[in-house]
């Protein structure tokens, strides 16, 4: 299956990244996604977040503005602006003759500059740098440019912002665009792609869930009490698995296994929902999550993060990756009284809009990044839910109406018959 990059930036930044990708079509698809300004880019990633697997900035300022806005939990990178992207407009205008040894430029620090000068054998007079920051607009910075070219500093504008330029020439300003070079374009999208295949094959890691009860109060000490601790605690953990794909084991007296697959497990609403039901009930428990690409070393990994839960107090869950980063708690007892409505803010209107619960639109997200792919027809669709064909219908048209799903297509049976549907999932 193909990795999907999410391009975010200017039309014309797009297209000569476009333009670069030879190297990576039959392994990748590009889902571009146009702004005008840069303050759009953290609402083109949030639409991005649930179709592509990595998202590439076309440079650094719409980047850190979509970042620090926290839109998508999806690897973010973004396109330098090197030496090299200097070098060939100055080289450019000294082959036609052209000044260039006194100029202005934003998107570069003074050093850099300066290396490209020496680099090629260039000799400036002057160079401005423009300060460039995430909350500059396009006019400041065209202005900054204008005021240093009308005052006689400089007799030259480069910019890496193609906004700034339309104004820099509405205003008669000499100004060169500065693109990133083609083989950085070709690099990162052989990073995104890398970085994005990566994350798929994290998906598929396996997870092992260990759970203990912590020791009952003495009110709770006859063993037909405990019984019925107990039995309450594993109807929880009967619907954490089901909701995560897993399953379910007893080992020994108190301990019970999960196993599932990561891509499952990182849908938070399960644990948050076992940690609340857990915290109404009474019950307290510890847990530990291991992650691993065997059973073995998934299950290696969760007796550690299970060791460092008993440590701390109340229901709480740790977890230890797969190379051996150990993170937690991730749900503890400040946190348990899970509030969906404020968390997860999407799966409150898409139960809204659709009819449906949030555990089960939550179990669907699941099962699409279980899956990773968000295209399924109906019976893709009913086996991945373990629903009757009837009921994955009916589920797939409710969230189509809702806008949570988009019919993308038809394939066509080999057999006689109606052509196959194909339901693109966006929730």
Known sequence: MKVRIGLVGPADSLDRIQQSADRIRDSAILVPRVYRAKEESPR????????????????????????????????????????????????????????????????????????????????FETVEIVEHWETASYEDLASAHEKLYREGRTDLAFTGLSRTVELLMEHHVPCKRIYPTRYTIREYL???????????????????????LRPVSASVSMEYDYLRVRNTFEGFLIDYARGVFGSLFPYGHDEYLVFTTRGSTEEPYWIATLNSAAERAGIAFYAGL??????????ANARKALDRSSASTGSCVFSVDVDGEIKGPLSNAAASSYNIAETDALLVEAAAATGMSAAHLSKIRSMVRRAGKRRFDVDEFASGLNISPRSARRILQDLSDSGLATIVGHESKRHAGRPRRLFEITL
């Open 290 to 299: 291991g992650y691993g690409t065997t059973a073995y070393n998934a299950e």
């Open 190 to 212: 052989e990073k995104a792609a890398y970085i994005g295949q990566n994350n798929r094959l994290k998906a598929y890691q396996l997870a092992v869930l260990i759970l203990r």
């Open 44 to 123: 083109l990633a949030a639409e991005l977040d649930p179709d592509v697997d990595v998202i590439l900035f076309s440079g650094i300022v719409p980047y850190r503005i979509a970042a620090l806005a926290g839109v998508t939990t999806k690897p973010l990178l973004y396109l330098p602006r090197l030496g090299m992207s200097l070098a060939q407009p100055l080289w450019e205008m000294r082959e036609k003759g052209l000044p260039f040894n006194r100029i202005s430029i934003d998107s570069f620090a003074a050093r850099d500059v300066a290396e490209v000068a020496e680099e090629l054998g260039f000799q």
